[in-house]
């Protein structure tokens, strides 16, 4: 059973934001004094004392938004009311009832969901005594919480559970695989994530830089739970105008670490940029599974053909040649299922583990068809063997007699020719070069390194886990 769904609600900046970042205990929710910064529905899953709920922060009600998207910031804080088992609406403990306040109170009272009236901001017990104004909404004495500093956060959180009593008791499925769609702005994130949702989950809107958070959007497809995290879309840092820009591009970065798979939305109607390039990059030196997906396909159609395409991409997108491509229209969710079943692919080619068998076969054929480059000493650098020591991605250590010698350009070919070798031919291999057995004193003078007699051989060795 799904767990229970509790949902922020109340006007622009009485702290929605920081009570969500507050509970979970982890920065989720941008927050800045400027109104009007969260736009869509941003949630995660709490857990507290063994039970869980899901928590979603909402935009600002009646927020006059510079881009005109206020309807679809008030159609997203509605979603979240219509979907939740119980509603925090936040007021402001330092200020007066506001009409905003009253709009709120208004709108609540006409769903059929249990509300929790929170007054946030009451960073003192002195404080607290302008709780009782706030009656005047009709939803009881409020709560008095202070977001900023964790004041009484165990109490709403215990209030929380009772009133969602034993639905919280409920875990949350595990989830098969996290996904983050990442690109530059306007390439199509949002609507490819509504695509996958099956709804309108977040704001599409033709305004660059509509979405800010990074948003964690679950799904189900055959009973097996996914997330999507939709990011905000990103330019040149030199670019940013404002903190909010500044965060969202920093989010979207972190989004793809914590991703198990990222597809990488370009647009086919116009050049790579920079920007892609740049994204490329951080997707490669953060060992991250790719789809690499051409979005608006239906648009580039007569220009080139998928082909031409995917020539195009290898010459400006070199690193990531080996990353499988998709061919999308999410307007019309075209091909989007077949993108997430791509990812999957990649998902468990970046879990597989293989024997040191099979491995030290991989590389004493790669080493038969091509030597390392001894150094301008003369020195010859000699791998000895290799083993598997993690996943997600692939990890191999390669056990050499030095490793200062061995030069990037051999690394790029081993760890090219151990993915067209073995199961990872689409994904991603992390090496790691490591001197075998060699000891060096703690005091004194350096000593020589002391290297073992070596063995005659790139044959099976132990399979063990080891300390890189």
């Keep these: ?180 769609l990442v690109g530059r702005r306007n390439v199509g994130k949002s609507t490819f994530i509504n695509a996958l949702a099956g709804n309108e989950r977040v704001i599409v809107s033709e305004v660059p830089g509509t979405t800010r958070d990074a948003i964690d959007v679950r799904f189900a497809i055959d009973g097996r739970e996914f997330v999507a995290i939709d990011t905000a879309g990103v330019k040149r840092r030199s670019k940013h105008k404002t903190s909010i820009e500044y965060f969202s591009t920093d989010r979207s970065l972190a989004s793809i670490r914590r991703a198990d798979v990222v597809l990488f939305l370009i647009d086919s109607t116009t050049p790579i940029t920079e920007v892609d390039k740049k994204l490329a990059e951080l997707i490669v030196n953060e060992f991250k599974p790719c789809v690499i997906v051409i979005n608006k396909w239906d648009l580039a159609k007569g220009f080139a053909d998928a082909e031409e395409y ?80 993690g996943v997600r991605p692939p990890t191999v250590v390669l056990f050499v007699n030095n490793r200062a010698i061995m030069r990037e350009q051999y690394r790029r070919f081993m760890e090219r020719r151990i993915r067209e070798t073995l199961p990872f031919d689409e994904t991603p291999v992390r090496l790691i070069w490591r001197e075998r057995q060699q000891k060096r004193r703690t005091h004194g003078p350096a000593a020589p390194i002391v290297v073992e007699p070596e063995a005659d051989a790139l044959g099976d060795a132990d399979d063990g886990d080891y300390d890189y």
């Design 1 to 180: 059973m799904a767990v229970p769904i509790v949902a922020i609600v109340g006007r622009p900046n009485v702290g929605k934001s920081s009570l969500l970042n507050c509970l979970a205990r982890k920065r989720i929710s941008i927050v800045e004094p400027t109104a009007g910064v969260t736009r869509d529905r941003v949630s995660t899953v709490i857990e507290y004392e063994e039970r869980y709920f899901e928590l979603i922060d909402t935009g600002g009600y009646g927020i006059d938004d510079h881009d005109n998207l206020t309807d679809h910031v008030e159609g997203q804080i509605r979603q979240a009311i219509a979907s939740a088992n119980l509603i925090l609406f936040v007021v402001d403990l330092l200020a007066e009832i506001t009409p905003l306040d009253q709009t709120v109170a208004d709108l609540l009272r006409s769903v059929d969901v249990p509300v929790q009236l929170v007054a946030n901001k009451a960073d003192t017990d002195q404080q607290e005594n302008y709780a009782g104004t706030f009656e005047a909404l009709g939803f009881g004495t409020p709560m008095c919480v202070s977001a900023l500093h964790g004041h009484h956060r165990r109490d709403l959180l215990d209030t929380i559970l009772e009133r969602l009593g034993p639905d919280a008791d409920n875990e949350p499925p595990q989830t098969v695989m996290k996904v983050a």
């Design 310 to 389: 995917a020539d195009y991409l290898a010459k400006v997108l070199p690193h990531l040649a080996y990353a499988p491509l998709a061919f999308t229209t999410a307007t019309e969710g075209r091909n989007i299922q077949s993108t997430l079943d791509v990812a999957q692919g990649l998902f468990k080619q970046a879990s597989t583990r293989v024997t040191t068998g099979q491995l030290n076969r991989a590389i004493e054929a790669a080493i038969e068809d091509r030597q390392p480059s001894a150094d301008h000493h003369g020195v010859q650098p000699k791998i000895y063997y290799a083993t598997q020591v």
